[in-house]
Structure formats: structure tokens, C-alpha cells
């Protein structure tokens, strides 16, 4: 198993339900750009279920060498890496954010995935779980970089799904709203609409054993991001969302 974002709560949360569920792997390797946090978690992990991780230091801000990745096997890989960055009243002029916000979020982050497509269509089997988020469903004045990235990323997942099928290859995609994690730790989300970590796994697990193409950690985003969709552009524009 490969885990992309190893110090997201979510990759921690489904690590610990498909360890706790007695599934084990020869290794299990967790990519990261913050090695040292890693290293904790491998550490944590290890002691609990007796199961041997590989960390990957990888940091999609920085160009990246991707031969070592090559020699990697695996038929399960799971990526919530993701980067907010600043919002555009804050960030939308500074490029530094705007590039690494795309890069993590979706230029980077598709070579990656690309190179375990390549695996798997090569063995003609694999999973592939990704997160995006309901941001991609409609550009917002709040946070359009981000949101065009996840869009971005989407596509990309439905397209590679839609590829891979041919060859034996499931993807799927996870679409969170809130989580209940650092990365939303400055905003205040409402209560009904933020998920928990260990929540998003257990339903990404159940929809991964259940091979779903598509999945809302919250069902209920599902229906609002219907809604805002649907808002005539004359009306969207003038609202402050
Ligand atoms: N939180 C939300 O409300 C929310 C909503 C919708 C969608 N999402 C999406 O859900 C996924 C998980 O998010 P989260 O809430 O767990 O956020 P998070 O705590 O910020 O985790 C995202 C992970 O992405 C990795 N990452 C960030 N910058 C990176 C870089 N330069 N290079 C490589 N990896 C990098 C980091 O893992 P390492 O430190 O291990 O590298 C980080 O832990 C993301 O794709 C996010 O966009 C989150």
C-alpha cells in the first residue's frame, strides 16, 4: 500500500481501519514532505499491528525524481495530499502560493499518480483512492485557485478511471466538504456539515471494498453542491460565497 500525504489525519484515520480490519502488507510506504512526522506515525503503527512502513520523502512543491517510485509494487494507493494555500484576498496576487497550490493540488500531484497508473495498467490490477474536494464543483470568489486545481483533479480522476477500467484498474474518487482537520483548523465550519477524520475513512473504506466510482464523505454535500451549481452565473457572481 502507498500513502500519498502520510500526515493527513484522514491517510492516519484509513490506515488505522484497514490495519485494524487485518489486512497487512509486505510494506506499506508513506510518501510525505514532512519526514520526521512520518517517521512518528510508522513508528506508531508498527508497534500497534506489526506492520513494516517505508517513508518517501516527497514534497510536491519541489521538482521531483520519479525513479525511485519505478521500482515501487503496490496495488492500493491512497492520496489526500492537498494544500489550501492562502485565500484570494490574501494570496490571490502572491504567485509563491498560486504555484504550490497547482502543484500540490493537481500539476504535480497527476505525474505521480500517472507513474502508478503505469504499474498498475503494466500488472492489470490496483485501486486508486484520491481525494478532491466539493471546492472543484463551482468556482468561488473565496478560493478559485484551489478550487480549479481540485477541479482539475477531478477531471483527471474520471478520466482515469474511465481508462483504467479497460485494464482492470479501479479509481475512486472522495470528495470531502468540511473535515475536521488542520487544514480547516482557522475556519469555523458548521457542525453538521464537517467530518471527522475517522468517519471519512470508515466510509472511504466501505466504498473502496464496495468498488463505488464516486463518493461524498458527507452525502448531504452532494446535494448542496447540486443546489449551487445550479445558481444562474447573474446571481452567483454578486453573492459573497
Ligand atoms: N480539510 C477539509 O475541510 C477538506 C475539504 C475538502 C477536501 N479536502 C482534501 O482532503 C485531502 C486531505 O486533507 P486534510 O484535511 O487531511 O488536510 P491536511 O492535514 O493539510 O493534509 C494534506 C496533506 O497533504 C500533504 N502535503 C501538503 N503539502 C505538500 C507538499 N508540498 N508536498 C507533498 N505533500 C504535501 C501533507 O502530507 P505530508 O505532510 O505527509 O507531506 C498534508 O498532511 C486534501 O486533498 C484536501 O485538499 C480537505
Known amino acids: 500500500m502507498v500513502i500519498l500525504g502520510a500526515n493527513s489525519e484522514i491517510s492516519q484515520a484509513f490506515i488505522e481501519r484497514v490495519l485494524s480490519r487485518g489486512e497487512r502488507f509486505p510494506v506499506v510506504y508513506l510518501f510525505s514532505s514532512n519526514e520526521e512526522n512520518a517517521k512518528r506515525i510508522a513508528r506508531h503503527f508498527t508497534v500497534k499491528y506489526q506492520q513494516q512502513f517505508e517513508i518517501i520523502p516527497f514534497d510536491l512543491s519541489l521538482e521531483n525524481d520519479f525513479e525511485p517510485i519505478k521500482q515501487l509494487d503496490t496495488e492500493l494507493v491512497f492520496c489526500a495530499s492537498g494544500f489550501l494555500g492562502k485565500d484570494a484576498a490574501t494570496g490571490l496576487y502572491d504567485d509563491a502560493n498560486t504555484q504550490r497550490i497547482i502543484a500540490v493540488n493537481y500539476s504535480r500531484i497527476i ?131
Open 111 to 241: 505525474v505521480l499518480l500517472n507513474h502508478f497508473a503505469q504499474h498498475f495498467e503494466a500488472k492489470g490490477k490496483g485501486t486508486l483512492i484520491a481525494l478532491t474536494s466539493v471546492a472543484g464543483e463551482r468556482g468561488r470568489q473565496s478560493n478559485f485557485i484551489y478550487g480549479s486545481a481540485k477541479a482539475g483533479f477531478t477531471a483527471y480522476l474520471q478520466g482515469l478511471r474511465n481508462y483504467l477500467f479497460h485494464k482492470g484498474v479501479h479509481v475512486l474518487t472522495v470528495i470531502p466538504g468540511f473535515m475536521d482537520t488542520p487544514m480547516t483548523a482557522n475556519l469555523s465550519t458548521p457542525k453538521m456539515l464537517t467530518a471527522s477524520p475517522q468517519k471519512a475513512a470508515s466510509i472511504i473504506y466501505k466504498a473502496w471494498k464496495s468498488k463505488k466510482n464516486v463518493v461524498y464523505v458527507t452525502p448531504i454535500w452532494r446535494y448542496i453542491m447540486l443546489i449551487i451549481r445550479n445558481i444562474p452565473e447573474f446571481i452567483f457572481k454578486k453573492m459573497k460565497m
